[in-house]
């Protein structure tokens, strides 16, 4: 069993940074995907960015990309979500999730096995 747990949201003015961070906790690691998705009030969930494991492969949606960085640090099985230059329309909660056993990103939630309970952000203008 795959748990995730997301922190780091909160309250910024536009053109601030953010960085988010997905905990995974699982007895046994295997190659897998880990995905950052959004939801916005009234509207569905999509998918902002995904990074791969072992071998590092990363992949953003692109109004994203170029403002938004995913890391991760192995040795405190955490995926990050550095945010900068945020907008208003950045505004949503903010899940990771996972995608165990596959290394090939797909920005379908549909894909991904297991979910965080999510952190807002909330963006200023």
């Known amino acids: 069993q795959v748990q995730l747990a997301e922190s780091g949201g909160g309250l910024v003015q536009a053109g601030d940074s953010l960085t988010l961070s997905c905990a995974v906790s699982?007895?046994?690691?295997?190659?897998?995907?880990v995905g950052w998705f959004r939801q916005a009030p009234g509207q569905e969930r999509e998918f902002v960015s995904a990074?791969?494991?072992?071998?590092?492969?990363?992949y953003y949606v692109d109004s994203v990309r170029g403002r938004f960085t995913i890391s991760r640090d192995n040795g405190k099985n955490t995926v990050y979500l550095q945010m900068t230059s945020l907008k208003p329309e950045d505004t949503a909660v903010y899940y990771c999730?996972?995608?165990?056993?596959?290394?090939?990103?797909?920005?379908?939630?549909?894909?991904?096995?297991?979910w965080g309970q999510g952190t807002q952000v909330t963006v200023s203008s």
């Open positions: 990074i791969t494991w072992p071998a590092i492969t990363t």
């Open positions: 999730a996972a995608d165990w056993g596959r290394t090939i990103i797909f920005v379908r939630e549909e894909e991904y096995d297991y």
């Open positions: 699982i007895r046994t690691f295997s190659a897998h995907v």
